[in-house]
Every structure is written in C-alpha cells, then in structure tokens.
C-alpha cells in the first residue's frame, strides 16, 4: 500500500525558510517520479518541483526557480522540499505525490497517481 505522508508545515514571517519532507513507503521508491504541488484557497493545484528518484533529475516551476530546493534521501525514502525568502503568496496546502510510470517527471499534477493528506504552509508580512 503506497503511502506518502508529509510533514514540516508551519506559520513563518515573509523572508523565512521551511523545509518540508515527505515520508514514502509501500513502493519501489528508487524509480519514481516524486513532486511537490500546491494549492491555495480558490486557486488551481500548481506544480512546484519533480525528482525523479532514480537519477536525482530535478524539475522545478519556472516563478520558483532560486528560492525552493528539491531532494532525496534515498536511504530514507524521503524528498524535501527546501523553500527559501518566503513569500506571503507562497501561503499554501503543500502536496507530495508519486508518479510510478513514468521516467520523465512533469509538474502536471494529473499525471500522479499517489498523494499524501497536505501539510499547510502560511506566510505572513
């Protein structure tokens, strides 16, 4: 049974940093697509990096580029997502999710089959 669970959401100042992780278990975790979406209240779910976890090719949105970070801990089974001078438009429910098809990640959220419960970030100015 695949399970993504993330954690390392909080409430920080505008200019911060977080650093959220999510836990992967059930699956073959060294050969899949993992990404990091979010989703804002009334806003579509948007993608915000990829790593495909066989070779660490990483994949980030272009307004994101520079200031969040994805990465592995293969040992682990976890991804990261390190997220730098944070901003308050940044404030959203963060996602991870699996893709285990394919080799070519894409910021597409519909192309993943696995999701974790969320993890709430909130930015404040």
């Known amino acids: 049974q695949v399970q993504l669970v993330e954690s390392g959401g909080d409430s920080v100042q505008a200019g911060g940093s977080l650093r959220l992780s999510c836990a992967a278990s059930g699956y073959t975790y060294s050969s899949s697509c993992m990404g990091w979406f979010r989703q804002a209240p009334g806003k579509e779910r948007e993608g915000v990096a990829t790593?495909?976890?066989?070779?660490?090719?990483?994949y980030y949105a272009d307004s994101l580029k520079g200031r969040f970070t994805i990465s592995q801990d293969i040992a682990k089974n976890t991804v990261y997502l390190q997220m730098n001078s944070l901003k308050p438009e940044d404030t959203a429910m963060y996602y991870c999710?699996?893709?285990?098809?394919?080799?070519?990640?894409?910021?597409?959220?519909?192309?993943?089959?696995?999701w974790g419960q969320g993890t709430q970030v909130t930015v404040s100015s």
């Open positions: 999710a699996a893709d285990l098809t394919r080799r070519r990640c894409s910021l597409f959220w519909g192309r993943y089959n696995y």
């Open positions: 790593i495909y976890t066989a070779d660490g090719n990483t």
